[in-house]
């Protein structure tokens, strides 16, 4: 499967064929260039000649209430689906929710099918993550049980960057770069006091268990920035003692301190770092805890035990909402993986989830390919123990080769009055009709 951001005219005319409609949901949390995805995916069924292409509203959650978004009245213009390119969030909404097991909830599977049988749709799209792609197991596993035409694939996204099978995942480039771009800003302000003790800044990112999008900080390192101090991964047992007294060691030679440490740090006996300070209880429907407040609780730590001047800076949602810094690359790679669902989908491929392959990273190449959604759905894929270096503080060359080109290039955003602007639906949307 290549790179298609097209299609050739022969398949433009066998996919015209095409009876059914499309539906399209946003699952799990937001990135900067999610609707670049739902973009391609528009301009796939377009192309195919596809009557209607609607969009769940708040993901499958929404759907389950019948709440569907005729997106034809939306997207009109070729100027209408660039603008969606440059609007962060989930336009459509999105959800964090489990489809139960099928015993026992036939009732849930049944009310599925039959609001795609009243809308006619044929074609299932869900973008998201590991947990998002369960839905697709899910819902592909019912239809071959059950004899349903319809297909449903799965398009790759996260900025976690923990989806198995894919060199990487749409979001996590422009979050990246928003991380990289940050760090140094930061980096340099951390730096601007001179005869005052050393100032120590701890910065929280997110990706849950999984440390790939923490191990951005590394991008800041340049000839004019010297980088994080200390990265500190979910993937190594945190140890408090040994991070405070590599704190006090850097601050006897450094008047800056900058550390960059995951939201999802875990101690050796497997308690969130997070949890050690103010516990935030919230669980969503697949038992992931609302991890936050990890550099909140060590930089208190270090200013109690060191006596020194310290400051955390939590990125939270800015890292995933940045359009106005998102990566060129991603967008694009975004828009393709969304075309490609779609296509596969036309062609007849259900319970598959579509794979960027990186042939080069210097030129830069990709194609993209599809992989079985049983070997995707709930499976987490970690940073390897290789490139992660200075015993569990650092990250290695070899990681930083690997995540460089996912950066490259801008999608500037369009602007009015001095600042972005995005679609919005709240004001255009319309209940559909069949
Ligand atoms: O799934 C992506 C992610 O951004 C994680 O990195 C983070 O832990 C989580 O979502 C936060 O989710 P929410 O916005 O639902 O709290």
Redesign the pocket.
């Known amino acids: 499967m290549t790179e298609s951001t097209g299609g050739s005219r022969d398949q433009g005319r066998e996919l015209e064929k095409m009876k059914g409609n499309l539906i399209v949901g946003q699952s799990?949390?937001p990135t900067a260039v999610i609707n670049s995805s739902l973009a391609g995916v528009i301009k796939a069924a377009r192309k195919a000649g596809i009557k209607r292409v609607y969009g769940m509203h708040y993901g499958i959650e929404g759907f389950l209430q019948e709440d569907i978004i005729d997106l034809d009245e939306y997207f009109t213009t070729s100027h209408d689906l660039s603008m969606l390119k440059r609007t962060p969030s989930a336009f459509l909404g999105t959800c964090?929710y489990k489809l139960p097991a099928v015993e026992g909830h036939e009732d849930v599977y049944e009310k599925i099918f039959e609001i795609l049988d009243k809308y006619n749709i044929e074609f299932f799209l869900y973008n998201g993550?590991n947990d998002s792609m369960d839905t697709i197991k899910m819902l592909s596993d019912y239809a071959a049980a059950h004899g349903k035409k319809q297909k449903f694939m799965g398009i790759p996204k996260?900025?976690?960057n923990d989806l198995p099978m894919t060199d990487h995942c749409p979001g996590y480039g422009s979050s990246a770069k928003y991380i990289a771009t940050s760090m140094k800003e930061i980096i340099r302000d951390n730096e601007s006091y001179g005869v005052s003790k050393p100032t120590i800044c701890i910065v929280e990112i997110?990706?849950?268990h999984a440390g790939w999008?923490t191990a951005t900080a590394a991008l800041s390192k340049d000839v004019d920035c010297s980088g994080p101090d200390l990265i500190y991964l979910p993937e190594v047992p945190f140890d408090i003692n040994s991070f405070v007294d590599k704190i006090r060691e850097l601050a006897k030679v450094k008047k800056s301190v900058v550390v960059a440490v995951s939201?999802?740090l875990k101690t050796a006996d497997g308690k969130f770092v997070c949890e050690l300070g103010t516990v935030n209880d919230h669980v969503?429907a697949f038992g992931?805890k609302?991890?936050a407040g990890t550099a909140a609780y060590l930089a208190n730590v270090v200013t109690q035990e060191t006596g020194l001047k310290s400051r955390y800076i939590e990125f939270s949602?800015l890292q995933?909402c940045a359009a106005h810094l998102a990566s060129r690359t991603d967008a694009d790679e975004a828009y393709n993986v969304g075309f490609l669902a779609a296509k596969a989908a036309f062609e007849g491929h259900s319970g598959m989830m579509i794979a960027i392959e990186v042939k080069s990273r210097e030129p830069y190449i990709v194609e993209y390919d599809m992989y079985d959604i049983h070997g995707i759905a709930n499976v987490e894929r970690k940073v390897p123990k290789n490139w992660i270096t200075n015993g569990g503080t650092f990250v290695s060359d070899e990681y930083l080769d690997y995540v460089r080109p996912l950066i490259m290039g801008s999608l500037q955003p369009y602007t009015a009055a001095g600042v972005p602007i995005h679609m919005t639906l709240a004001k255009k949307k319309k209940r559909s009709s069949k």
């Open positions: 799990g949390g964090r993550g996260t900025i976690d997110m990706g849950r999008l939201e999802g969503d992931h609302q991890l949602s995933r």
